[in-house]
């Protein structure tokens, strides 16, 4: 494989990441995972302002993740890929399988309560 292009998709990768390193911007690739959607039904989905609503799309947007189609006065987003969706919803599943993994292993170490004989409650 040759270096600088794997460096190139390093870099981007890198950069795309980051674009979703805050929890909004996953819940939004989720809810746009699932249809083009205008930014006020987007900020009421989320419990967004209008105004954090829009920085956090122009993030996914210079990012390449997500583009705009205005319609009027309506602007609609939609993923640019759908396979985001599918890459943080993938990420997820290995999220919740880790749970549940350290939720089991810590049910296995907890303490069982000791039980005091009837004679010593005399």
Known sequence: MDTAFSEEIDQL???SL???SSPH???LVHLLGEGPH???TIGQELGLSQTATSQHLAAMRAAGLVEAHR???TVTYQL????VATACGLMRAVLIRR???LGQAAAALRPRPVRMPMEAHR
């Open 80 to 83: 640019i890929d759908p396979d």
């Open 38 to 40: 205008d930014v006020t």
């Open 71 to 73: 319609d009027g006065r």
């Open 18 to 20: 980051r674009a979703l």
């Open 13 to 15: 990768q890198a950069s």
């Open 99 to 101: 749970l549940t993994r």
């Open 25 to 27: 911007r996953v819940r």
